[in-house]
């Protein structure tokens, strides 16, 4: 495996042919913005490529795809973007384990299985990576190369919200702004950030209802168990990106949403607000994740799980 | 009225004497932000200042005041910042109306009341220009500066969420994070933006459960009547902020929030989540305000409101 540098890798993407992009599954504004960027860069430069993902593409994320869809062909080249992990890859593992020319990537737990990275650990977005590469590469950025790299540096920073925000990134969407100031940024956020479906709003309402709070109100447990979610017409997929609703109470250290899979078997998410290092709770329980959002399963009652959560959370606290 | 630009009003800061600074009531993160950095500026120049605000400083904001408190004293020079008309003084104004010296201010809407004017319309908060005037008197920030004016940026755009975010909003905001890199920005932005009291949750909750669709869902009515307030524990303080509720929904243009405020008596907010002009609806009604945010009172009961708020905006959608 070659470390490469923003140099070489603009150098690396010119003379390449034939690329097959990976992107990993349940793909976000993140990768799908690096994936169609780095598409629409090869492509000024008479290259064609393909971006591949296991899982389709989320349709609030179809402004960034571009209208042209190239034809079968054999990769000479395979690159990965924003893909940490060739397990990721979902049903393309198979595929192109193994198989990775570059990988483009910005998290520092990178397993590094690609023959060629370019990791930034401390950029706030593989976007923000691509941003460096293609200035390097001198190519012109379009109308949607702006757009994808931007949905790429806002969504993975909760709207420039979170502690991964660099300086870099509020420079560089200065630039894509000042570039393309006609482009709507304010209707992308609320396309990102702000609009939900019917079915996670009604999903919000049952949550915020059955919050628990405990060690004087420094942890929260919300409880989404089969009968309520039946109860409500809730459905699973309804309540994903819920997970940090329990952090929104004032004073809240931890915020835990327990999800009742089957009968007796919990999905656990457990979100922190500040410094409590969530990842180590949850590897007790055998699960495991970053220091501000991890998960684990857990088995038995809801008060044994209850009794389990808050002894390991209080210790902790 | 004299208009000013940066320059001159950098020249007037650094001339003046016994300041009293003037925010506006119902004080938020743009006009605290900036009346304690303008104070903490003036006291590296040695010039004293107090800031006066009619309302109290909301305790989530106590970040960005000074521990130093000056004594009373006579004003020489008195400077209104991110207010756009005297009335906003609140109970201050008839103290202060006619009296003001200098206003540095970011609403296109300003009365222009005061004897000179610092004003851009374009900026996106009152510390986006303060931010300018600074750097121009070649004062160095302290980190209670930065934090003033991040917050201010931040809380007046929605953490760079809105239209009003500029390139420069981006810049300025990469400089105060490159030379304060040790700020909890991730902080500031949890406690304005996730954190609510257990009030507010309640309140939120009670509204979602009673949100209504119209026309085909591009059109949401919140109720908050006195009844369902009061069953469950809500008051009218929880339900600030939360007028933009009745947006998050996929495919809403138009958000309506209705608070009963005395039996038969109704207090309407309305938001716009694209283009819809809903200060020119509320203004039929003898209300007013934004583009994308303004308010009007209605009277009758819950079925002649609702009538009178669908006609008027299925008129304009």
Known sequence: MTRMNIEETAEYLKNCRDVHILIHRSPDGDCIGSGYSLQAVLRQLGIRSRVLCSDPIPPRFGYLLSDEEEEHFEPQCVIAVDVADEKLFGTLEETYAGKVDLCIDHHISNLQYADRLMLEGDAS????VLYKVYRAMGVPFTRQIAMCLYTGMATDTGCFKYSNTTPETHIFTAQIMREFPDIRYDLINREMFTVKSRGQLAAETVMLQNMEYFAEGRITIIWATLDLCRANGVDEKDMEGLTSLGLQPEGVEVGITVREREPG?????????????????????GGGGHVKAAGCTLCGTIESVRVQLLSAVEAAL
């Open 125 to 128: 977005a593989a976007c923000e």
């Open 265 to 285: 078997e919990y999905k656990i998410s457990m979100r922190s607000a500040r410094d409590v290092n969530v990842s180590a709770i949850c590897q007790v329980f």
